[in-house]
Nanobody, 127 residues
Framework: QVQLAESGGGLVQTGDSLRLSCAAS????????VAWFRQAPGKEREFVAA????????YFGDSVKGRSTISRDNAKKTAYLEMAMLIPEDTAVYYC????????????????????WGQGTQVTVSS
């Protein structure tokens, strides 16, 4: 079992950078892949980034590729999402998700393969 809690969201300006944290409790975190998704009002939940349990493999959504970094510290049971050059279109609730089950690359980017979710943290980018 994994419990997740996101933090680090807030109101920022266009061009700013932000680091979100996902703190986990439970014994399965180090065995779990972790992902970030986001959901804007009226839109589907969108894949942002994912990282394997060891941190060796990472995936990024097209909308954030090149300006985002995902990392994790298994000793601290925490995952991070850093985003730079923020734009208003990045405004959304950002969710952390985790799951210990094996999956292929398609599974990393699918919200349907993650069993554990945090409550989300709001990120608002003003123009």
């Amino acid at each position: 079992q994994v419990q997740l809690a996101e933090s680090g969201g807030g109101l920022v300006q266009t061009g700013d950078s932000l680091r979100l944290s996902c703190a986990a409790s439970g014994s399965a975190f180090s065995r779990s892949r972790v992902a970030w998704f986001r959901q804007a009002p009226g839109k589907e939940r969108e894949f942002v980034a994912a990282i394997s349990k060891t941190g060796d493999t990472k995936y990024f959504g097209d909308s954030v590729k090149g300006r985002s970094t995902i990392s994790r510290d298994n000793a601290k049971k925490t995952a991070y999402l850093e985003m730079a050059m923020l734009i208003p279109e990045d405004t959304a609730v950002y969710y952390c998700a985790a799951d210990p089950r094996y999956t292929g690359s398609d599974g990393y980017v699918s919200k349907n393969t993650y069993n554990y979710w945090g409550q989300g943290t709001q990120v608002t980018v003003s123009s």
